[in-house]
């Protein structure tokens, strides 16, 4: 799992690298088994939220590196896509500037809006 961390940091990376240069595009071929777009963000999406979760969880009886692991498994057994298309749907997709701008924003918004679900849904079940 540390292999999937060091992608979604270099994920970050890139497309912070990508948002303050303005360098030539270079857009990659397109690989076999690409993830749709729309698919993507919402992997994305929870995968951000997979690692806020290890980042707030106490340490347990099981390792993060072993929940991280159960959790991405669950995750991309869900979606139906191995860690392989999962990695080079993101450097396909993060290989245009534009394209990385806008997954990332689509992520972001993605989380914003669950968070937003989350309070509402929280806030009906409280009583007061």
């Not at 729309?38 to 929870?46: C, G, P, S």
């Not at 498994?73 to 298309?85: G, P």
């Not at 997954?103 to 309070?119: G, P, T, Y």
């Amino acid at each position: 799992m540390n292999k999937l961390y060091r992608i979604i940091a270099l994920f970050f990376l890139l497309v912070t690298l990508f948002t303050a240069c303005n360098s030539k595009k270079h857009v990659m071929e397109k690989p076999d088994h690409l993830i749709n777009r729309i698919t993507l963000v919402n992997i994305l999406a929870e995968s951000y939220i997979i690692e806020s979760y290890l980042q707030l969880s106490l340490p347990d009886s099981i390792s993060k590196d072993e929940l991280a692991r159960r959790y991405y498994k669950d995750l991309f057994d869900r979606y139906k896509i191995t860690n392989e298309q999962f990695e080079n749907s993101i450097a396909y997709y993060i290989s245009e500037e534009k394209s990385a701008e806008r997954l990332l924003s689509d992520a972001s918004a993605l989380i914003v809006s669950k968070k937003s679900d989350l309070i509402d849904t929280t806030a009906l079940t409280l009583p007061y």
